[in-house]
């Protein structure tokens, strides 16, 4: 066992819709198999987090219900800790929900101003008619060649980006962060929010790996290279839903 990473999974008991846990799952399953122990930290309302230990966090959709729960205690909380992680490196994946309070705000459909971390130059807004249904989203994942991320989505946030992030990718399939521009997904520093439940990770091993290795790098520095490992029978899964999508 060598370079073991420590992930801290936000808010799992009010945040995990579609099976969200999942993307855990496969972070440590790909670390498993290589050797890497990964040892999840729950992190739950009134927890206490030394954010400079963490390497990888994870923080899952959820219902406008769920999320006005923790909202508080993320700002108040974890805010000043998670908030420097994050311009520090730490690599952070977030999903619909998780996604949304990352950001400035969250204004729900049904007026609720939910506050958000600040941490991504985003906001979302509440629409009537929530986006629903399979997407695809073509990412480029540091220099590697593009991949189509396979996911669902079931959100009513309409989220738009501000000029202090980057998009994930484009759109091919779906409706993405707001369904106007093609945009799906945001990337910041090593933070990464989107609208693809999925699980996501399971589904998409490359951007499995990619967290990984970013995780490996800048705990372990540049010659903490990830082990290659065979994705072939998860690739063809991915080709054939991309396919069955019209692509
Ligand atoms: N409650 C949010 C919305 O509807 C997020 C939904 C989700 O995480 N699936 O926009």
Known sequence: MSNPLTLA???GSHMNVYGDRGNVIALKQRCAWRGITLTVIPVEPGADIDWARIDLAFFGGGQDSG???IANDLL??????????????????????????LGHYFLTHSGERLPGLGALDVHTIGG????IGNIVVEAQLGGAPPIRLVGFENHSGRTYHGP?????GRVLVGHGDNGEDGIGGAMYRN??????HG???????QLTDHLISLALQRR??????????????EQRAQRRMVERLGH
């Not at 800790?81 to 309070?101: T, W």
């Not at 202090?164 to 994930?168: A, F, M, N, Y």
């Not at 903490?224 to 490992?229: D, F, M, R, S, Y």
């Open 67 to 69: 999320q006005a729960l």
């Open 9 to 11: 999974h936000l808010y």
């Open 128 to 131: 009537k008619q929530r986006l």
């Open 220 to 233: 372990y520095g540049p010659d903490a290279t990830l082990a290659p490992l065979d994705m072939t029978l």
């Open 191 to 196: 933070t990464f929010g989107c609208y693809l």
């Open 164 to 168: 202090g992030v980057r998009p994930l």
């Open 199 to 205: 699980s996501l990770l399971p589904k998409n091993p």
């Open 76 to 101: 108040e909380r974890q805010g000043p800790g998670l908030r420097a992680a994050i311009e520090d490196g730490l690599v952070l994946l977030a999903i619909c929900g998780g996604y949304q309070l």
